[in-house]
């Protein structure tokens, strides 16, 4: 009997040793299938690069741990392998960037503003005022005013000379003003030395015109017509007006030397003149007799031959202007002075007592009797000053 229940003894350990294998198998089962997960799971992070660790992988093994860094690491080669070849294929691209990007530039320039055209440019020169073009010369450099500019178009006849010689005198070409930046440049000085053409009284150009119409006023002579002698007055004048100006800019006191700038002898043109005031200017206001004085007399200062032959003459011809207009006390005072300044005064006597004889008879009788103590048979007009007294 307890042979028999050994033998049973036996079996049960069997029986019971046999589930002990398979579970044995069964944790290596559980093993194969969790490294197959592991695996699958070392493939998704090579795949992924970085990707972050599930919670399956952090509960295996230090061995299944240590197993996946060793498959870790040659994965992180291959990604930063693949890392450096897209950086160096993106920095190839980029040295290969700066051709394709040039014609940028060309867009920068479009995008300039245009420069003004010359044709707007001048027209905005030609509104300004003569003093804002000066100025704006001055801002260039050109130290000059209005007068100067006058001068020189005294000297030269060809404006864009003038021009050109004033650009050279200041250098004003390599100083590169820009009117789209500075508002001006050195086209604005053509302009201006013309706009001071238009307003002077005379220049250079005039110079032939001036003989022409000194030898029209030379042919005109007096007549009745009160309205086409006050028109000749108005020429005669404008044309002395000039030729004293010219004289006083080029500092010439002769009329020898005014004959050389002007090719003809202004000396006859002036004595027209002369007597064309003595014969319109008696109709005319009181005023404009104390203007032709003044006027006359400055002509005659400033050429010394003149003076020295024309003086008494004019100083009586506006004597008689202010007796005819009723100012006898100046007149008279004027043909006193005369009279006392002058040894020879047959002439002076005449002239003085003959503008009495249609305004006081007996004024102009008197005049004449003072003659006779300085005028007798051997003056010239000696006759004449006993005509008044006989008649």
């Known amino acids: 009997?307890?042979?028999?229940?050994?033998?049973?003894?036996?079996?049960?350990?069997?029986?019971?040793?046999?589930?002990?294998?398979?579970?044995?198998?069964?944790?290596?089962?559980?093993?194969?299938?969790?490294?197959?997960?592991?695996?699958?799971?070392?493939?998704?992070?090579?795949?992924?690069?970085?990707?972050?660790?599930?919670?399956?992988?952090?509960?295996?093994?230090?061995?299944?741990?240590?197993?996946?860094?060793e498959v870790k690491a040659p994965a992180k080669k291959t990604a930063s392998k693949k890392a450096s070849?897209?950086?160096?294929?993106?920095?190839?691209?980029?040295?290969?960037?700066?051709?394709?990007?040039?014609?940028?530039?060309?867009?920068?320039?479009?995008?300039?503003?245009?420069?003004?055209?010359?044709?707007?440019?001048?027209?905005?020169?030609?509104?300004?005022?003569?003093?804002?073009?000066?100025?704006?010369?001055?801002?260039?450099?050109?130290?000059?005013?209005?007068?100067?500019?006058?001068?020189?178009?005294?000297?030269?006849?060809?404006?864009?000379?003038?021009?050109?010689n004033i650009i050279d005198k200041y250098d004003?070409?390599?100083?590169?003003?820009?009117?789209?930046?500075d508002g001006y440049d050195i086209d604005l000085i053509e302009v201006l030395v013309s706009k001071i053409a238009d307003t002077v009284d005379i220049k250079a150009q005039d110079f032939i015109e001036l003989g022409g119409i000194?030898?029209?006023?030379?042919?005109?002579?007096?007549?009745?017509?009160?309205?086409?002698?006050n028109d000749e007055y108005h020429k005669e004048f404008d044309l002395v007006k000039k030729i004293l100006m010219i004289a006083q800019r080029k500092d010439l006191h002769t009329m020898e030397e005014l004959a050389s700038l002007l090719k003809m002898d202004m000396t006859d043109t002036i004595l027209h003149y002369m007597d064309v005031a003595y014969n319109v200017l008696k109709n005319w206001q009181y005023d404009d007799v104390k203007y032709y004085e003044n006027f006359i007399y400055a002509v005659l200062s400033h050429f010394t031959d003149l003076h020295d032959k024309y003086a008494n003459r004019a100083m009586m011809d506006v004597a008689d202007l202010y007796i005819e207009h009723g100012d006898y006390g100046l007149g008279d005072a004027d043909y006193g002075y005369i009279i006392r300044e002058n040894q020879i005064k047959d002439y002076i006597y005449y002239r003085y007592a003959n503008v009495y004889v249609d305004i006081d008879r007996e004024k102009a009788?008197?005049?004449?009797?003072?003659?006779?103590?300085?005028?007798?048979?051997?003056?010239?007009?000696?006759?004449n000053i006993m005509s008044i007294l006989e008649d």
């Open 1 to 69: 009997m307890p042979v028999k229940k050994t033998t049973q003894v036996t079996k049960e350990d069997k029986t019971v040793k046999a589930p002990a294998k398979k579970a044995a198998t069964k944790t290596t089962t559980v093993k194969k299938t969790a490294a197959k997960k592991k695996e699958t799971s070392v493939e998704k992070e090579t795949k992924t690069v970085k990707q972050t660790p599930t919670a399956k992988t952090t509960k295996t093994s230090k061995k299944t741990a240590a197993a996946n860094k």
């Open 85 to 164: 070849e897209v950086v160096s294929k993106k920095v190839e691209q980029k040295k290969e960037m700066p051709k394709k990007e040039a014609p940028k530039k060309e867009t920068v320039k479009k995008a300039t503003p245009k420069k003004t055209s010359k044709a707007v440019k001048l027209a905005q020169y030609n509104n300004f005022a003569i003093d804002t073009c000066i100025d704006m010369a001055r801002a260039m450099g050109v130290d000059m005013g209005y007068d100067q500019y006058a001068n020189m178009l005294l000297e030269i006849t060809d404006l864009k000379t003038i021009a050109n």
């Open 172 to 181: 004003l070409k390599t100083k590169k003003f820009s009117f789209d930046e």
């Open 214 to 229: 000194a030898k029209e006023c030379l042919a005109y002579e007096l007549s009745d017509d009160a309205s086409a002698n």
């Open 365 to 383: 009788r008197s005049i004449a009797q003072s003659a006779l103590q300085y005028v007798d048979s051997r003056y010239t007009y000696y006759p």
